[in-house]
């Protein structure tokens, strides 16, 4: 172990630097501290040769170019724990800190507008983090996948929320917002936009039931997703949009539950279907009801001709499917993973089936005679492909 402290001058690098304090291996070097000038390649040095042994790291004297933390600047830095950086930098670049699993402190002082792209994706070891009043701009996965962060507070300052900024963080309790904040506004923990027509993000490690405020009007992509202490879901009449994935990944969730007067989307037996039922949304993936039980599995209404994106995604414990002879249909990841589902069979109705609609289902398949796809080239070059790589690994398809 070495701790280091060291000034690099307009005419040295921190390679030349190091050097000259007697480092000839900077991998041995576990804590150490920099003043002076710091540019893009100093911090490329650190991540190219520093990444696996250096613990803590202090720059918060130092003058950064550009008053940036430049883009993957300490990505994948799997040992550092702890970052200190000046009160002069105004952007944290995008990927940043990406994959520093180990990280779980590093300041962000009050002169950040702007945490872009994925800049602290992947660090697992964050468990809270001050965002600072400065801030006005959270970009697109800039906390994606910090699985140990545990509250969000956002400042009054905040004006945009990129898309899945705290998606896959599976420990938030809670997300609180400044009163005085102009876009955005927090109710019982969940994230919406300021009059409460979107609903944001719902904390991810909450635990019950959850109905959505009739103020609602959309729910937002992957808002829903990866909760898995959600067990049942209430839908008012007021909403008209249902994100991407907005329900995804929701293991234990096992009804949801739509007002009638809903214009655009129905329930029936707990199962999210458009207003007509013409296409089927979702089949919660932890629907146990006695039917099921029963049954071991699910009988498709026969109104349905389209079976959606993810509609039986994740749900694991899904035996059998009956896909009646009105659908048309079937979306990519349809029914992926859905690791206990036995057989399928796919009626002669059925000519548009998606690349990925059984992507790591182990189903064994079968396919009416008359079914045109069994038959077209496409379709051969498809189920061919499937085998090939791996996709289908145990599938096999044969008319019966």
């Known amino acids: 172990m070495t701790n280091v402290s060291l000034t690099i001058t307009p005419k040295m690098r921190?390679?030349?630097?190091?050097?000259?304090?007697?480092?000839?291996?900077?991998?041995t070097v576990t804590k150490l501290a920099v003043d002076g000038i710091i540019t893009k390649n100093d911090f490329e040095y650190i991540?190219?040769?520093?990444?696996?042994?250096?613990q803590e790291l202090d720059i918060g004297k130092a003058t950064v170019e550009i008053n940036k933390i430049p883009d993957s600047a300490f990505m994948d830095c799997k040992s550092l724990i702890s970052v200190i950086v000046p009160d002069t930098i105004i952007t944290i670049g995008e990927f940043a800190f990406?994959?520093?699993?180990?990280?779980?402190?590093?300041?962000?002082?009050?002169?950040?507008?702007?945490?872009?792209?994925s800049a602290f994706s992947g660090c697992s070891g964050l468990t809270w983090i001050d965002i600072p009043a400065s801030v006005t701009e959270i970009g697109?996965?800039?906390?994606?996948?910090?699985?140990?962060?545990?509250l969000i507070d956002i400042p009054a300052s905040v004006t945009e929320i990129g898309g899945c900024a705290f998606d896959f963080c599976s420990e938030i309790t809670d997300i609180t917002v400044d009163f005085d904040n102009i876009a955005y506004k927090s109710k019982n923990g969940v994230l919406f936009n300021k009059n409460m027509t979107e609903l944001i993000l719902y904390p991810?490690?909450?635990q019950g039931d959850y109905t959505v405020p009739d103020s609602v009007t959309?729910?937002?992509?992957?808002?829903?997703?990866?909760?898995?202490g959600l067990t049942s879901l209430i839908i008012h009449d007021s909403v008209v949009e249902i994100g991407f994935l907005a329900l995804g990944h929701c293991e234990n969730l096992y009804s949801i539950t739509v007002h009638p007067n809903n214009p655009l989307f129905r329930s029936e037996n707990g199962v999210l279907f458009d207003k007509d039922m013409t296409e089927l949304l979702l089949y919660p993936a932890g629907r146990q009801d006695d039917e099921f039980y029963l049954c071991g599995g699910y009988t498709i209404p026969d109104s349905v001709v389209h079976i959606g994106f993810y509609a039986f995604g994740y749900c694991y414990g899904l035996i059998s499917v009956t896909i009646p002879d009105s659908v048309t249909k079937i979306e990519d990841f349809a029914f992926v993973r859905c690791f206990s589902l036995t057989s399928v069979h796919i009626p002669a109705s059925v000519v548009d089936i998606a690349e990925m609609a059984f992507e790591d289902c182990p189903a064994f398949i079968t396919v009416h005679p008359d079914n045109p796809i069994k038959n077209a080239e496409k379709s051969q070059k498809y189920f061919y492909l499937m085998l090939r790589y791996g996709i289908l690994k145990r599938y096999l398809c044969k008319k019966i």
Request: charged content about 25%.
């Open 14 to 27: 921190l390679k030349q630097a190091l050097k000259e304090a007697g480092i000839e291996n900077p991998a």
């Open 47 to 54: 991540r190219k040769n520093m990444a696996e042994t250096l």
């Open 98 to 117: 990406a994959g520093c699993s180990g990280l779980s402190f590093s300041n962000i002082p009050n002169s950040v507008i702007k945490i872009e792209h």
């Open 140 to 150: 697109d996965f800039a906390f994606f996948d910090c699985s140990g962060l545990i």
């Open 204 to 206: 991810k490690s909450r």
């Open 218 to 228: 959309k729910i937002k992509d992957f808002a829903f997703d990866g909760c898995n």
